[in-house]
């Protein structure tokens, strides 16, 4: 089942189309989830709250998504999905939820398609977030310019940070362009390489 919307939550976007079903029951506790557009790019979009992927319907949903976005060849845009703040749930959790955190987590790592995380002031900035290796790309919205100019430091390789929201679906547009020219062995060896990492710290 689908449903249309002329806006998705939290940003506006060109067109959207919010994708549900889950023949296991439940629809998963997404703001969005479905496809999306921005300016020329179309891409499978995820939009999160604080109470997103705490369940397996959450995951599973993630997974069908991740699945659709590798069958049509387009990229993953992420939003405010605090993938390391469900890592401990893994191995705390009911058989069902670790095994749906487990399969979502391998798709996420051998996607041939780029992944780009956004996080916005709804979580701030810390260094959890910062340390997130599953996409390929992560931009950072701070709303403060004195906060965004102090941070400038932190960016590097896959971090962005974006002081000012109107210059947000560019700056989308450009890592989606940039990263969608990127050869894709080369994508999923970097996302491997900085998952060990924040693993491994």
Known sequence: MLSQDPIAPKFQFSKTIQLYGDRAGGQGNFDFAGLAELQTMKFVLLIGNLHSLEQPTDWRRFLRLLH??????????????LLTQNESLENLTSLELGTAIKATKLQLL???????????????LDNEIVKVGWG??????????????REQIMEGNNLHIVSKPWNLPKKISD???????TNISELIAKRLERVQG???S
């Open 68 to 81: 659709l976005a590798k069958r049509l060849h387009k990229p993953v845009l992420l939003w405010n999905l």
């Open 136 to 149: 390929d790309g992560t931009i950072i919205v701070l709303s403060d310019e004195e906060d965004a100019l």
């Open 175 to 181: 890592l989606l362009d940039e990263y969608s020219r």
């Open 198 to 200: 924040t693993e491994n």
């Open 110 to 124: 051998k996607l041939p398609q780029p992944i780009i995380s956004v996080y916005d002031d709804v979580f701030g």
